[in-house]
């Protein structure tokens, strides 16, 4: 453990492990991919996407025996059990930093199948990281406003195409979709400016969830609503690199998909605005066990 160390000198330790881990993992990832590509059998492409499933694992579970080496993080996390690696889950949670991806992962390694989230297709281009999500059938998405939209009609609907045939591939091995519903990591100036009825949320989109819900066409098993809070203050990916994160609290909860959750969203005006509105009372679920969860901190009983 090498948390009596400035934290600034942790920073540039935790930095540096977890950008050779990536290096290594990175080069293994392209190999396979390299063996995937070549031999056009469908047998051998679904054993090398396993493969990379377990290399991209690897990866998480280095990165976190790298944070506890180096950083004191108390972890208070709630509602795992139950949870399957062999099963396909739909994961929803708020989002309030860049730490919360690590924070995901961390929690989830080895629980449920690897984490994959919708990314924007601009961000291929990162170095290392953008390869190895091509490499991992991550998702690229490119995003049209509302404005553009309209002076470019012939290309709405393309990020429900582009969802569909995501999908497809999630199919044939069991997989967790990652959903951030709000779009967008909270801030008080977005929470303003959406004039949001919730405390500590921002307003959810529903439309990428019942997208994904609908391509699915019934293979997702169950739905993973994860709560996170940071009762010490939100913190940045530096900061959580130099351990001034140390208490993260998780909250988790398996709900059923049902029926009434699969439907047209885009097509059905019904539909949409029941969506929607399930949607709100989740998040009003969410709002008040983000309040509960940014208490004070239980000290342990005494002996």
């Given at each position: 453990m090498?948390?009596?160390?400035?934290?600034?000198?942790?920073g540039c330790?935790?930095?540096?492990?977890?950008?050779?881990n990536?290096a290594i993992i990175?080069?293994l990832?392209?190999?396979?991919?390299?063996?995937k590509?070549?031999?056009?059998?469908?047998?051998w492409?679904?054993?090398?996407?396993?493969a990379l499933?377990?290399?991209?694992?690897?990866?998480?579970g280095?990165n976190?025996?790298?944070?506890?080496?180096v950083?004191?993080v108390?972890w208070?996390?709630?509602g795992?059990?139950g949870l399957?690696?062999?099963?396909?889950?739909?994961?929803v949670?708020n989002?309030?930093s860049?730490?919360d991806?690590?924070?995901l992962?961390?929690v989830?390694?080895r629980?449920?199948?690897?984490?994959?989230?919708f990314i924007?297709?601009e961000?291929i281009?990162v170095?290392?990281?953008?390869?190895?999500?091509w490499?991992?059938?991550?998702?690229?998405?490119?995003?049209?406003s509302?404005?553009?939209l309209?002076?470019?009609?012939?290309l709405?609907?393309?990020?429900?195409e582009?969802?569909?045939?995501a999908?497809?591939?999630?199919?044939?091995?069991?997989?967790s979709?990652?959903n951030f519903a709000?779009g967008?990591?909270?801030?008080?100036?977005?929470h303003?400016?959406?004039?949001?009825?919730f405390?500590?949320?921002?307003?959810?989109?529903?439309?990428?969830m019942?997208?994904?819900?609908?391509a699915?066409?019934?293979?997702?098993?169950?739905?993973?609503?994860?709560?996170?809070?940071?009762p010490h203050?939100?913190k940045?990916?530096?900061d959580f690199m130099?351990?001034?994160?140390?208490?993260v609290?998780?909250?988790?909860?398996?709900l059923?998909?049902s029926q009434?959750?699969?439907?047209?969203?885009?097509?059905?005006?019904s539909?949409?605005?029941g969506f929607?509105?399930?949607l709100?009372?989740?998040?009003?679920e969410?709002d008040?066990?983000?309040a509960?969860?940014?208490g004070?901190?239980?000290?342990?009983?005494?002996?």
């Amino acid at each position: 453990m090498l948390s009596f160390l400035p934290p600034t000198v942790r920073g540039c330790i935790l930095v540096t492990l977890y950008f050779l881990n990536t290096a290594i993992i990175f080069t293994l990832i392209m190999l396979v991919s390299v063996f995937k590509i070549v031999v056009p059998v469908e047998g051998w492409r679904s054993l090398c996407s396993r493969a990379l499933q377990r290399i991209a694992a690897g990866w998480v579970g280095m990165n976190r025996v790298n944070t506890r080496l180096v950083n004191k993080v108390t972890w208070d996390v709630e509602g795992l059990e139950g949870l399957e690696m062999d099963q396909w889950y739909l994961v929803v949670s708020n989002h309030q930093s860049w730490t919360d991806i690590l924070v995901l992962q961390s929690v989830f390694y080895r629980k449920i199948p690897f984490l994959k989230f919708f990314i924007k297709k601009e961000l291929i281009w990162v170095p290392l990281l953008g390869l190895a999500w091509w490499a991992l059938d991550f998702p690229f998405m490119k995003r049209y406003s509302q404005a553009f939209l309209k002076k470019n009609p012939h290309l709405a609907g393309q990020d429900l195409e582009t969802t569909k045939k995501a999908c497809m591939k999630f199919v044939k091995t069991p997989v967790s979709v990652m959903n951030f519903a709000e779009g967008t990591r909270f801030t008080p100036e977005k929470h303003a400016r959406q004039e949001s009825p919730f405390q500590r949320l921002l307003r959810p989109k529903a439309g990428g969830m019942a997208f994904v819900l609908s391509a699915m066409n019934g293979t997702l098993s169950r739905m993973v609503d994860v709560t996170i809070a940071y009762p010490h203050g939100t913190k940045g990916f530096w900061d959580f690199m130099c351990g001034r994160v140390d208490l993260v609290r998780v909250r988790v909860r398996t709900l059923p998909i049902s029926q009434e959750l699969l439907g047209d969203y885009g097509g059905d005006e019904s539909f949409r605005a029941g969506f929607q509105d399930w949607l709100n009372r989740l998040w009003e679920e969410k709002d008040r066990e983000l309040a509960r969860m940014m208490g004070p901190v239980q000290e342990p009983p005494a002996r």
